[in-house]
Nanobody, 123 residues
Framework: QVQLVESGGGLVQAGGSLRLSCADSGRTFSSYAMGWFRQAPGLEREFVATISWSGSSTRYADNVKGRFTISRNNAKNTVYLQMNSLLPEDTAVYYC????????????????WGQGNQVTVSS
């Protein structure tokens, strides 16, 4: 069973940085591809970044490319999202998610979700 617990959100000024973490309490973390998604008020949940089970492949949404970095440490059952040069439009609830198979940008293909973590960027 996969249980994802997120941490690291909060309030930051525009131009600042935050790192989100997502830890899995199960024993099969390394077999899952992982993704980060976000949802702003009144909008649909959107893809942010994804990483393969080995960490060798990643993909980003165009609006975060060059500013965000996804990584994982399978020994710690944790995936990270390093967010730099944050903008007010990055304000959202951020969710991590896990899926079997390869990495994916498709929200509907993910099997397990974290509880969400608020990130607020002030201007």
């Amino acid at each position: 069973q996969v249980q994802l617990v997120e941490s690291g959100g909060g309030l930051v000024q525009a131009g600042g940085s935050l790192r989100l973490s997502c830890a899995d309490s199960g024993r099969t973390f390394s077999s899952y591809a992982m993704g980060w998604f976000r949802q702003a008020p009144g909008l649909e949940r959107e893809f942010v970044a994804t990483i393969s089970w080995s960490g060798s492949s990643t993909r980003y949404a165009d609006n975060v490319k060059g500013r965000f970095t996804i990584s994982r440490n399978n020994a710690k059952n944790t995936v990270y999202l390093q967010m730099n040069s944050l903008l007010p439009e990055d304000t959202a609830v951020y969710y991590c998610a896990a899926r079997t198979g390869g990495y994916s940008t498709n929200r509907a293909s993910y099997d397990y979700w974290g509880q969400g973590n608020q990130v607020t960027v002030s201007s």
